[in-house]
């Protein structure tokens, strides 16, 4: 699995874009990028994936370089419920099926 | 609300003793996974379970044992319980067997004592 790098924590203001970035130079061609959060104790929750298109849904949009070594994470209007410990995995698509969660940010939205 | 429920929320229990976790998955998901998050450890995998079959195994002490019925739900048996062994179980469930796209419970929290 290709190793991932991110900053240990992040601060936002509410209603401004939360950018959460994630370094993961040793990507090989058939490894996809998930993040997935989790809010205080409560079990982690799927964000999004992509693989070398950029991707959006109802909750995020990931930006992820042409080079794919590097990955952003971005939450349009970041609320207080948006607090958390954010984690960014790569994984092959056949590749095993657990997920291995670093230490992920900490993104913390103040008012 | 992910659509997974797990049972116990909280269990407070002593050295030596043995619980059972117990997880039912979302609707039409057929495969579970157990981690184990602790305070020194962050999140680590346990096992997965697909259809009834041991699909994977991670960082599963043998003193922890999981199964999978033919409803789909999963329960964890921890035995000979020890302090260490306290920490959030988390059970997760996804539609596919290889798919990294899982959704979480709310988690069981362990206490031994």
């Known amino acids: 699995d290709a190793k991932t790098t991110q900053p240990p924590s992040m601060d936002c203001a509410e209603g401004r874009a939360a950018n959460l970035p994630c370094n993961h130079s040793t990507i090989s061609g058939n490894e996809y990028v998930y993040w997935y959060r989790q809010i205080h104790s409560q079990g982690p929750q799927y964000i999004i994936h992509g693989l070398k298109n950029n991707e959006t849904n109802e909750m995020a949009s990931l930006i992820i370089t042409e080079d794919r070594k590097s990955s952003t994470l971005i939450l349009p209007h970041a609320t207080l419920r948006d607090t958390a410990v954010y984690y960014c995995?790569?994984?092959?698509?056949?590749?095993?099926?657990?997920?291995?969660f670093g230490a992920g940010t900490i993104l913390r939205v103040k008012s | 609300d992910s659509g997974v429920t797990q049972t116990p929320k909280h269990l407070i229990t002593a050295t030596g003793q043995r619980v059972t976790l117990r997880c039912s998955p979302r609707?039409?998901?057929?495969?579970v996974y157990w981690y184990q998050q602790s305070l020194d450890q962050g999140l680590q995998f346990l096992i997965q379970?697909?259809?009834?079959?041991?699909?994977a195994k991670g960082n599963i002490l043998e003193r922890f044992s999981a199964q999978q019925f033919p409803d789909l739900h999963s329960e964890l048996n921890l035995s000979s319980l020890e302090l260490g062994d306290s920490a959030l179980y988390f059970c997760?469930?996804?539609?596919?067997?290889?798919?990294?796209?899982?959704?979480f419970g709310p988690g069981t929290r362990l206490t031994v004592t």
């Open positions: 997760a469930s996804s539609v596919a067997p290889s798919s990294y796209e899982q959704y």
């Open positions: 995995i790569v994984k092959g698509a056949v590749d095993g099926n657990k997920l291995v």
């Open positions: 609707s039409g998901d057929l495969s």
């Open positions: 379970y697909y259809n009834g079959e041991e699909r």
